[in-house]
Structures are given as C-alpha cells and as structure tokens.
C-alpha cells in the first residue's frame, strides 16, 4: 500500500482576495471550477463529477484567508488528511496567491499535482486572472 504524503502548489493570482474566496468557500464558487456540481448542508459539502461524488466537511475557514476540508470516507488516516486552500496577500506589492495543500499517494503525486494545475487553469479563467 502506497504512503499518502503531503504536497503544496503556490499559483499567483491577479484577483482580490475577497472575490477569490468566494470561489474556494462557497458550493457555486467551487461548482465553476472544481467540481460539476456542489451541494452543502452545514458543514458537509456534496461534490460531484461525471463519474461519481465525494463529500468532504468543512473544517476550518477564515475569511478571506483560508478554508480546509476533509474527505468523509472511511479510511484509516483520513483524520490527519484534508485539502486547503489559503490565500497569501503580499503586504508590499499586495500580490495575491493561492497556496493549495493537498495529500497524495506516493505514486500518484505528479499526477495529483497536475490535476489540481488543470482545476486551478479553470479557476483563473472564471475569475479572468492571468
């Protein structure tokens, strides 16, 4: 069995980070570019693709700073695995980015990271950024 091991993409943003926290924390911002469709009741967002759906609990969120979820399924680890998404303002050129924190398969890492790549192209289209 492979060895889920932790792994962080940076990608610059021309967007404020009020606008770009919209589409990381909300089921119509993340339906415009993460998944096809997203439902949420409470804290358990409903994620859904072609092939199936996956629900996730919201565990952590800060305004336009950051939110964190957690996968619900029955994995041994799943406590200490989830997905984050944390905008980054530099105070001196107030340059916005977007730290994603995610956890992969050994084996499946370069393939995670250009999956997450091809999901955030679509977030900068949506939002028009560069």
């Known amino acids: 069995m492979s060895k889920r091991v932790p792994f962080t993409l940076e990608i610059d943003f021309q967007s404020s980070p009020q606008l770009?926290?919209?589409?990381?924390?909300?089921?119509?911002?993340?339906?415009?570019?993460?998944?096809?469709?997203?439902n949420s009741r409470g804290e358990d967002f409903t994620f859904f693709w072609d092939d199936g759906e996956e629900t996730?609990?919201?565990?952590?969120?800060?305004?336009?700073?950051?939110?964190?979820?957690?996968?619900?399924?029955?994995?041994?680890?799943?406590e200490d695995v989830y997905?984050?998404?944390?905008?980054?303002?530099?105070?001196?050129?107030?340059?916005?980015?977007?730290?994603?924190?995610?956890?992969?398969?050994?084996?499946?890492?370069?393939?995670?990271?250009m999956l997450w790549e091809n999901s955030v192209s679509s977030l900068k289209q949506v939002l028009g950024s560069s």
């Open 20 to 38: 770009l926290f919209q589409y990381l924390s909300t089921p119509s911002g993340l339906s415009e570019w993460f998944a096809d469709d997203v």
């Open 83 to 113: 997905f984050e998404f944390k905008i980054q303002v530099d105070e001196i050129t107030k340059d916005v980015s977007l730290i994603i924190s995610d956890f992969s398969d050994e084996d499946e890492l370069e393939e995670s990271k």
């Open 56 to 78: 996730a609990k919201l565990i952590q969120k800060k305004n336009n700073e950051r939110v964190r979820f957690r996968w619900i399924n029955d994995e041994e680890d799943a």
